[in-house]
């Protein structure tokens, strides 16, 4: 009867992160600390790239879009979440799940491309240093960006609007939040051909970035041995091993998921994995791209002692 009453109905059953239980408060509230704690420092990482003219360079130039990715990611999730625990409902409008799909789409294939560009940027200012200018001036880095969220739109419009084309004939309950794999599963029609044509976009976005940054670090790896300075050496180890751990809990279950078709993996493993996608990588991009970063934590310094000063003059 319940699938008799949602088939009658173009919405949505949003199962959600939440289950009902005695522990539901419990993981509402760490997932609401999280989602402020992820807002809070990647706006923090924006505003002084934003107000320092030393953090002007192509590198904190992606770092800022990145920042703004996460933020729009990780509210596209959360505060329906929190919605839904509070009112009772776990429903969703046809709307709102093609929305949630779009965003996922274009914010993920853009965090995707940037996360690629990172590591490229690094390897051109350490091993062609005298080309560094011209490779990455701030018009290449503008119109780099510009570039990847016109593909990263365009291809989200195209998968969206074919995973909201297929006929629903089964129950309209996702296990988490609305994603093209979710969708799929709803379907009652055979959706391989679809899958093919998904499968050769996600290598696009997933596989061709990943080897783009797996070569940048051996190539930045192979100059560090070259060179005699131990400090080198560590300084190298300590960045860019964190950059590999960011990367590895990013694009891994992200390829698990998108790579493959609907019946490689159930719905607690896409739930699992979207959380994992989802959830550590926004909190952990600004604490190893930037807080780590020398430039940073000083402007960090900078910013602290104007207010200080600013405070001091008030209560005068």
Avoid: W
């Avoid at 319940?2 to 239980?21: A, H, R, V």
């Amino acid at each position: 009867m319940s699938c008799m009453n949602q088939m009658s109905s173009s919405d949505f059953i949003l199962l959600g992160l939440l289950i009902c239980s005695k522990n539901s408060l419990v993981f509402f509230s760490s997932v609401l600390l999280i989602f402020i704690l992820i807002v809070t420092e990647n706006t923090l990482l924006i505003l002084l790239i934003h107000g320092d003219s030393q953090l002007c360079s192509p590198m904190y130039f992606l770092l800022k879009h990145l920042s703004f990715m996460d933020i729009f990611h990780i509210s596209r999730i959360v505060p329906k979440i929190i919605t839904n625990f509070l009112s009772g409902s776990r429903t969703i409008s046809f709307a709102g799940c093609g929305f949630q799909i779009f965003l996922s789409l274009t914010l993920l294939g853009g965090k995707c491309l940037f996360l690629a560009v990172m590591p490229y940027n690094c390897y051109v200012a350490i091993c062609h240093p005298l080309l560094y200018a011209k490779l990455m001036s701030d018009k290449v880095s503008v119109m780099m960006a510009a570039e990847f969220l016109l593909v990263v739109t365009l291809n989200s419009i195209v998968h969206t609007a074919h995973a909201l084309h297929f006929p629903f004939c089964h129950c309209r309950t996702i296990d988490h939040f609305c994603e093209v794999p979710a969708m799929l599963k709803l379907s009652c029609v055979n959706t391989f051909r679809y899958e093919q044509g998904a499968c050769v976009s996600s290598t696009i976005f997933l596989l061709i970035p990943y080897i783009m940054i797996s070569a940048s670090y051996v190539q930045i790896l192979l100059i560090v041995f070259q060179t005699k300075s131990s400090e080198a050496r560590k300084k190298f180890f300590s960045t860019c091993s964190f950059h590999m751990v960011v990367v590895v809990i990013y694009y891994g279950p992200f390829i698990f998921t998108y790579l493959g078709t609907k019946s490689y993996h159930t719905p607690g493993e896409d739930k699992f994995l979207a959380v994992f996608y989802t959830i550590p990588t926004p909190t952990l991009n600004p604490a190893i791209y930037s807080f780590r970063n020398k430039d940073v934590l000083k402007a960090m310094k900078t910013c602290s002692e104007v207010i200080f000063i600013i405070k001091g003059r008030k209560d005068a």
